[in-house]
């Protein structure tokens, strides 16, 4: 069982039990916040999502005593964090950087797979921002495509770091097509085993952790069934 799985665990999913998923085989989780708000043994990764509240963030991840954290959630996308990389890179320096300097390791904000979020992260970096590992999200079709985007983005971005795949799925963008379960089903055991085989790969979360996803990104990909219990695709998860 591999020590980089994890998982991405919305906060509405309050209703589910997070204890569907044996801690002693899946490792990790983040909730996309400061927060850990959930009685599990694993191990939590708190994320800034924004700059909203990134003066308290020190303190909140000082007194949880945490090994990592999460950088700001798709900045590039307006949809998203939508931060100026400069700004961004000086709240970076004033409120998060103290925190490596405590022993913390700093994960990058974390880009969609695009071209935009590359522009975006390698402007951040170049302003001096110091990170210990990149943070990456992939939505798409294709293991090749998905190991050679993020086998590129670490090239541009920095060989020398670690990787996090923090969202990733197989889904297609285009309205006119659809991605059937067995094409999810052999993307998941391919990019499984394919990121586990990978050094530089730190960690990964598939995403999603959750009853339903958004028709665009596939209802194929949840790792629990409507029943609040692990999917077909949850229970391979937890067990390969």
């Not at 951040?124 to 798409?140: E, K, P």
């Not at 993307?187 to 990978?198: G, I, V």
């Not at 194929?220 to 999917?231: P, R």
Request: charged share 20%; net charge negative.
């Amino acid at each position: 069982m591999s020590k980089k799985r994890g998982i991405a665990w919305p906060l509405e999913n309050h209703e589910d039990h997070l204890n569907v998923f044996p801690s002693d085989r899946i490792h990790w989780f983040y909730n996309w916040s400061p927060d850990k708000k959930l009685h599990t043994n694993m191990n939590f990764i708190p994320m800034i999502w924004n700059a909203h509240g990134i003066e308290e963030f020190g303190e909140k991840v000082r007194f949880q005593h945490v090994e990592c954290i999460l950088g700001f959630n798709e900045p590039e996308r307006s949809d998203q964090a939508n931060m100026d990389p400069y700004e961004a890179a000086r709240l970076w320096k004033e409120y998060i950087e103290p925190l490596r300097k405590q022993g913390i390791r700093l994960g990058s904000p974390s880009i969609s797979s695009t071209e935009e979020g590359l522009n975006w992260l390698q402007t951040f970096l170049n302003q001096g921002c110091h990170i210990d590992f990149l943070a990456l999200h992939w939505f798409g079709r294709g293991v090749d495509n998905f190991i050679n985007y993020i086998n590129n983005a670490r090239q541009r971005l920095g060989s020398q770091y670690p990787v996090w795949i923090t969202e990733f799925a197989c889904t297609s963008w285009n309205a006119n097509e659809s991605v059937s379960q067995d094409e999810i089903n052999q993307f998941f055991d391919q990019s499984l085993t394919r990121l586990d085989e990978l050094h530089w790969i730190e960690r990964y979360s598939w995403f999603g952790a959750m009853r339903c996803l958004p028709a665009d990104l596939g209802s194929g990909n949840c790792l629990i069934d409507s029943n609040g219990q692990l999917s077909q695709l949850g229970r391979k998860y937890v067990n390969i």
